[in-house]
């Protein structure tokens, strides 16, 4: 499987950006797909996931109200819609896939709980 993250960019605070994860690979759809982003500094932290049994999905609280994850399985993708961002926001994003036999609910948050990772694309909230 490999994902293929892209969309990043320089945005001001308050404005809106649109990341996106291509992904190759059998069954994308039966996959769990998340955002994870990573701060210099800090740890890699959980954003939002789209898990596909019951085709849920999941924010971090930090992010919710403001950002939006979807789904497209027909194109094998994943997208996540960033409005009101704030400079706290700022990071390297990174799309992860949890793929088959999948982790348990709770695991989600933590990212050695993912088998693929994409590339990562830098966001900076900046006046």
């Known amino acids: 499987v490999q994902l293929q993250a892209s969309g990043g960019g320089l945005v001001q605070p308050g404005g809106s950006l649109r990341l996106s994860c291509a992904a190759s690979g059998p069954n994308f759809r039966n996959y769990n797909m998340a955002w994870f982003r990573q701060a210099p500094g800090k740890e890699r932290e959980f954003v939002a996931s789209?898990?596909?049994?019951?085709?849920?999905?999941y924010y971090s609280d930090s992010v919710k109200g403001r950002f939006t994850l979807s789904r497209d399985n027909a194109k094998n993708s994943v997208a996540l819609q960033m409005n009101n961002l704030k400079p706290e926001d700022t990071a390297v994003y990174y799309c992860?896939?949890?793929?088959?036999?999948?982790?348990?609910?709770?695991?989600?948050?933590?990212?050695?709980?993912?088998?693929?990772w994409g590339q990562g694309t830098q966001v900076t909230v900046s006046s």
């Open positions: 992860a896939a949890d793929t088959p036999p999948l982790m348990i609910l709770s695991g989600q948050y933590d990212p050695k709980g993912y088998d693929y």
């Open positions: 789209h898990r596909w049994s019951g085709s849920r999905t």
